[in-house]
């Protein structure tokens, strides 16, 4: 059984762009979260989508933002990044909203 | 304030001997409780969850135990490896509401195991 896919692992982009990461979960899991991973900060919620609707949200500015398909893939996009947007970005997937949450790899985003 | 406070913040052990990690929480309202290793660059991958009424739960040489009344929680590590250096990471699910649900935190313990 495959694991959480996350696309892609590496990604450097320049302040004021806008990125957008990828997410495939664990097939037949319908929930999905999103969070940010930096040395200060520690891992911190982004948000969760379950059956393509977001549930809860961090305290995150709106440049943050996400969404969910009918296939359960999700997509996560930051607007105008700022330097301190740099982090490990992590999914993760679940079969159903609070149960035992599987990360995947992480998508390492550098803002020079 | 939801919170999820991990000691110590790291830890060097020899090879063969045992660690205890401590995470104390205030999380209202509580679901279950995670432990979670994670190795340098990598997701973290779960090693135990549990829920309100369980006390004690084991992964082969990692044993949680929940003190709900306390609201603390431990990660016992017996005859530790090499490769039990990574951080290890105590998660708080929120309970389910309207809101949704979220996962609380907190920074890691920090393991190297040294030969």
């Known amino acids: 059984k495959a694991g959480v896919t996350q696309t892609p692992r590496y990604l450097i982009k320049t302040r004021g762009q806008q990125v957008t990461l990828s997410c495939s979960p664990i097939s037949g899991h319908r929930s999905v979260s999103w969070y940010q991973q930096t040395p200060g900060q520690g891992l911190q919620f982004l948000f969760e989508y379950f059956s393509e609707t977001q549930r809860n949200k961090g305290n995150f500015p709106g440049r943050f933002s996400g969404r969910q398909f009918s296939n359960s893939r999700s997509e996560m996009n930051v607007s105008t990044l700022e330097l301190g947007d740099s982090a490990l970005y992590l999914c993760a997937s679940s079969s159903t909203r609070n149960t035992e949450a599987f990360f995947g790899q992480g998508t390492r985003l550098t803002v020079v | 304030k939801n919170q999820v406070e991990q000691s110590p913040q790291s830890l060097i052990i020899l090879e063969g001997k045992n660690c205890t990690l401590q995470?104390?929480?205030?999380?209202?309202?509580?679901?279950?409780l995670r432990w979670y290793k994670q190795d340098t660059g990598r997701g973290p991958v779960s090693l135990t969850i549990?829920?309100?009424?369980?006390n004690t739960k084991s992964n082969g040489r990692y044993t949680a135990t929940l003190d709900a009344d306390t609201k603390q929680s431990s990660l016992h590590i017996t005859a530790s490896q090499l490769s039990d250096s990574a951080s290890y990471i105590c998660?708080?699910?929120?309970?389910?509401?309207?809101?949704?649900?979220?996962?609380?935190f907190g920074k890691g313990t920090t393991l190297s195991v040294s030969s």
């Open positions: 995470c104390n929480y205030t999380v209202s309202p509580f679901s279950n």
């Open positions: 998660v708080v699910s929120l309970g389910v509401s309207q809101a949704g649900t979220a996962l609380i």
């Open positions: 549990m829920t309100f009424s369980e």
